[in-house]
């Protein structure tokens, strides 16, 4: 039987299925599989830090300074009458809150939708320029008052029971 290993191990090919002992197997494989479990833990934290955005009103993104250009952020408020200006998929206009007014530059895949109109109410997501525009990829508009319930007059107030009808 000697005889016969001899002349195996002098197959290059069987040298080094002989030659490596079991725990170097398990600890290539264990490497391995640190490798991959630590590259999908920075796809996974990378991808969160980049879709992360925080939502502030026109006011603290006004009293950002510079800070707010390095984030990705949510703004809303009541879109000005008459600041709307549609460039293809795109659109500019100005969000109104409490009297502060915020330029928006829209440019995203998608034109903006159909209920983004005069007075609405619009939710702006991107970046805060240095020009002072804020730059937003998505854009959500509330849905019309149209779908609100009609202000209904109270009912009249019914008489206590056990009380006389005159």
């Known amino acids: ?97 409490n009297g502060l007014k915020l330029q928006v530059a829209y440019r995203g895949s998608e034109p903006p939708p159909d209920t983004f109109k005069d007075s609405s109410q619009a939710l702006a997501e991107g970046s805060y320029g240095a020009d002072g525009i804020f730059h937003a990829q998505q854009l959500q508009a509330k849905c019309a008052s149209k779908y609100a319930p009609a202000n209904k007059q109270p009912a009249p107030a019914a008489p206590p029971k056990g009380a006389a009808k005159t």
Do not use: W
């Open 1 to 97: 039987m000697v005889k016969r290993l001899s002349r195996l191990t002098q197959d290059p090919c069987r040298t080094t299925l002989l030659n490596v002992n079991p725990a170097g197997r398990y600890l290539r494989f264990g490497a391995a599989i640190t490798v991959i479990v630590l590259a999908l833990a920075y796809l996974a934290f990378t991808g969160i830090q980049e879709s992360k955005s925080y939502y502030v009103t026109i006011a603290e993104l006004q009293g950002m300074g510079p800070k707010a250009q390095a984030k990705r952020l949510r703004v809303a408020g009541t879109v000005v009458p008459g600041s709307i200006h549609r460039q293809g998929t795109g659109a500019d206009f100005q969000l109104d809150e």
